[in-house]
């Protein structure tokens, strides 16, 4: 079952715990304002990953997926899609070229990110490693009601290249954080979206953390794998194996 997953490692150790998927692309930590820009512009926008380290001075790790270099890597014109994933697939390319079966989104970039906005495009990498441009700036959180009607967008716009896969929208859980003004995002955020019926629409939930709020135990991804499973199996979409 040819998965694509779309937000940050929530989304994709969900995806990889769902029977019989497999994981052909995999986006990271692409905020929905800019993932919608890409998706609106079929990347045409995009720059090489070469261009945005030059400029940013980032330094090449390829062997480090959370590496300030592999972190901007799923931000530039060849890598959006293939975070720590060797033998995948490009997401546009994939979007075009494939017949998907289930595809994953998480808000958690939204949540938490904070852009680096440069003459060259703005960018998330939030890593003790990468130290900005002196002529950059730290742009604002998106809103909640914002990064609401970004996904509207971006879901809109994955029916239409990809009718017959299943699309799910985990909302990134948030009970683990200590600042109530991430919580108090979260549930602004789940009022404001408004999907289709179509959409395996999952809204917040308590988790057991796993050391650190944004990630948590093993369990819970496997939870959310089985109300998954259970989609699929009950027939909510059309695609194939």
Known sequence: MRTISI???????????VAGAKLVSSVYHNRSDVLLHTLQTNGLAQRS??????YLSVPAE????FSPYSILSNQSREGLGLHDLPNGI???????????DLILLDNFVDLVGRLTETEVGNYFCKHERFVPPSNSRLGPRLLPDQAARNFEWIVADLIRRQPGALIVMLQFPINNYPSDDRRQWGWDFRDALNLPDAVLNIPVRRVRADGVPY??????????????DDALGGGIRLGTE
């Open 7 to 17: 937000g940050s490692c929530f989304s994709k150790r969900v995806a990889v715990k």
């Open 49 to 54: 990953l070469a261009d945005i380290c030059s």
């Open 62 to 65: 390829p062997d480090d997926p």
């Open 90 to 100: 490009a997401l546009l390319q994939a979007l075009r070229t494939s017949s998907v």
């Open 215 to 228: 990630h948590f135990a093993s369990s819970e991804y496997v939870r959310y794998a089985r109300q998954i």
